[in-house]
Antibody, heavy 120, light 106 residues
């Protein structure tokens, strides 16, 4: 059974960089069939897709966040990571990692989510 | 970017009722439309993919239909465990979610 687990600091200061890692178990992140992505959800609000990556390293990002987002993959550790720079209180959210299944890219496996609060 | 308009934003229905949620895309997305259920404090769960295909293990009271710009998600007989927020998600080069529909029991 595929499992995804987010990890990283739960508190980040304004203007700093938010960094999270998603560890995949029960399957290989190098599978040629799937993409991997990050989604966030501010408290009490809806879901926002942040960006996605293929095991080869090709990425695509939400245009509204593109200037601040970097997603990378480490196939040797079966992990992919998110960096969001210059954070503000508006970036406070539960951050989820998930697998995307081509061709219509549903997010079919999700991590449990991790709350990141931006505050001084 | 393609905009997704999901409605209603909330609804209240009785156990056993038929519940319908709609999602409208700002342009043709073929059948690239998926539906999720999210219970409080939990990650979303994929219910329907490719507009009308039931994900493995999902009860048959859930269904989806539509193509192009107009899509419908239906719960044929609402159960107490279906209380949740439901989201549509489109994929046309980039994946975006609808605003969500909170379903409550009357």
């Amino acid at each position: 059974q595929l499992q995804l687990q987010e990890s990283g600091p739960g508190l980040v200061k304004p203007s700093e960089t938010l960094s999270l890692t998603c560890t995949v178990s029960g399957g290989s992140i190098s599978s040629s069939s799937y993409y991997w992505g990050w989604i966030r959800q501010p408290p009490g609000k809806g879901l926002e897709w942040i960006g996605s990556i293929y095991y080869s390293g090709s990425t695509y990002y939400n245009p509204s966040l593109k200037s601040r987002v970097t997603i990378s993959v480490d196939t040797s550790k079966n992990q992919f990571s998110l960096k969001l720079s210059s954070v503000t209180a508006a970036d406070t959210a539960v951050y989820y990692c998930a697998r995307l299944r081509p061709p219509t890219h549903p997010f079919d496996y999700w991590g449990q989510g991790t709350l990141v609060t931006v505050s001084s | 970017d393609i905009q997704m308009t999901q409605s209603p934003s909330s609804l209240s229905a009785s156990v056993g009722d038929r519940v319908t949620i709609t999602c409208q895309a700002s342009q043709d997305i073929s059948n690239y439309l998926n539906w999720y259920q999210q219970k409080p404090g939990k990650a979303p769960k994929l219910l329907i993919y490719d507009a009308s295909n039931l994900e493995t293990g999902v009860p048959s009271r859930f269904s989806g239909s539509g193509s192009g710009t107009d899509f419908t998600f239906t719960i044929s007989s609402l159960q107490p465990e279906d209380i949740a927020t439901y989201y549509c998600q489109q994929y046309d080069n980039l994946p975006f979610f609808g605003g969500g529909t909170k379903v409550e029991i009357k």
